[in-house]
């Protein structure tokens, strides 16, 4: 694709950035196949390729970017389903984040929406904040309908979203040696306060493999929140500040994540912060570590779920499927697995009627697959599909870490085997 950048422009690294990865789109289309935004409205401009252009214009031009195009570029999942069949190689990874970061910076949304973004910023990356908002929001549940009728969709979607219970506590696994050496495992922000018992699990395998799990004082939320919701230099400080809190302990092995959000973000932070970091989604680093014998195989029927942030933004595919293999359950994939759930960072609070779409379109291949429990790596999936899934959900690492020698997960509770 052609562009006309100045040179006043391109000595912005951001603008020359993008402008080389527009130049490699070839407008073949391969990326409308598997768009999931095209592929429910069928709309060009809710394409990869349509949003490239768009994104083309808004940046050459400068300034305040037309209304279509905040609408179109907000309706981006950020799946980057596009960037596997692109076969130009285009980084549209960086044109959306980009892209967003010029409307935050240049355009006035109503105050609706001011609103709920802001909030969600300051909340969602902070797990003490945000245990307490799920607490309210618990007692706030009734007001749902009035909310939708007051034109808060989003707000009303957040408390749909909501768990309808607090999540057990987690007892601490104690700690090994780590004979093998240290590893960092994110803490996260929203997993830590919906979902600890993830952490816990991980931590247990990690350790049955001879990994020390370190701590990280003066470690936050990666940065992912902030960057979907176009804060470019808020996410830049949180991942300065994280990259500083790893570089004060020394020798690791990696900075390993279970969300596979996060995964993304931190294998960003090259291009994010400047500083590449050794970044492995828990799943890809028991894969290459080794996963510990199983005590015995289960036999249950497990649905995976691949998350979007793990086969697209990381391109982590074969490794998930291998390791519950081995770890002797029955896998079974799910029809347009490529396509997303909805969940996408805060997408299912900021666009709810499209997420709800994919969500259900979701459900129902997972309900067609028939397993006993569904696996799915990121936390945004779970919670997004929780609600409508009528089998339990659990992150693959607890299942590992039960075939394993770990405690059966208590989502599994009352589930009998295949």
């Not at 004979?179 to 395998?205: D, H, I, N, S, Y």
């Not at 339990?392 to 590992?400: D, K, N, Q, R, S």
Request: overall charge positive; hydrophobic content about 45%.
């Amino acid at each position: 694709m052609r562009t006309a950048f100045t040179p006043e422009q391109l000595a912005d690294p951001e603008v020359a950035a993008s402008a080389g990865a527009i130049r490699k789109c070839v407008h073949c289309g391969f990326c409308t196949a598997t768009c999931p935004t095209y592929v429910l409205l069928g709309d060009e401009r809710d394409s990869p390729r349509g949003r490239i252009e768009l994104i083309r214009d808004m940046l050459e031009t400068g300034g305040p970017p037309s209304p279509g195009t905040v609408t179109h570029v907000d309706r981006c999942l950020s799946c980057l389903a596009c960037t596997t069949t692109c076969p130009s190689g285009v980084d549209y990874a960086q044109l959306i984040d980009h892209a967003r970061a010029h409307i935050e910076t240049h355009h006035r949304r109503p105050w609706p929406e001011r609103f709920v973004r802001g909030l969600l910023a300051v909340v969602l990356p902070y797990p003490r904040r945000l245990t307490w908002a799920l607490r309210l929001g618990r007692l706030a549940r009734p007001l749902e309908p009035v909310l939708a009728r007051l034109g808060l969709a989003p707000l009303a979607a957040m408390l749909r979203l909501l768990p309808a219970a607090a999540p057990a506590p987690v007892v601490p696994p104690a700690r090994g040696e780590g004979r093998r050496g240290r590893v960092v495992l994110l803490k996260g922000c929203v997993e830590a306060a919906m979902a600890p018992q993830v952490r816990a699990a991980a931590t247990r395998l990690l350790e049955r493999m001879g990994y020390a799990v370190a701590e990280a004082p003066g470690e936050g939320c990666c940065g992912a929140l902030s960057e979907h919701l176009g804060r470019a230099d808020e996410a830049r400080r949180m991942a300065r500040a994280n990259l500083a809190a790893w570089e004060r302990l020394g020798e690791i092995e990696a900075v390993v994540t279970t969300a596979a959000g996060c995964g993304t973000m931190l294998k960003a932070y090259g291009r994010v912060a400047g500083r590449p970091v050794a970044a492995r989604d828990i799943l890809e680093f028991v894969a290459e570590a080794g996963l510990p014998p199983p005590v015995a195989g289960t036999g249950l029927a497990v649905t995976y779920h691949a998350a979007c942030s793990l086969q697209h933004g990381q391109q982590i595919k074969a490794p998930p499927l291998a390791l519950l293999k081995q770890a002797g359950f029955d896998v079974r994939t799910v029809a347009e697995g490529h396509l997303c759930c909805g969940s996408a960072g805060v997408y299912n609070i900021l666009q709810p009627e499209l997420a709800t779409r994919l969500r259900d379109r979701k459900a129902a291949h997972i309900a067609a697959a028939g397993g006993a429990v569904v696996a799915a790596g990121n936390i945004g999936c779970i919670t997004q599909l929780a609600p409508v899934v009528e089998t339990p959900m659990a992150h693959p690492v607890e299942l590992l870490d039960w075939a394993t020698g770990g405690p059966r997960p208590a989502a599994l509770d009352g589930v009998g085997e295949a």
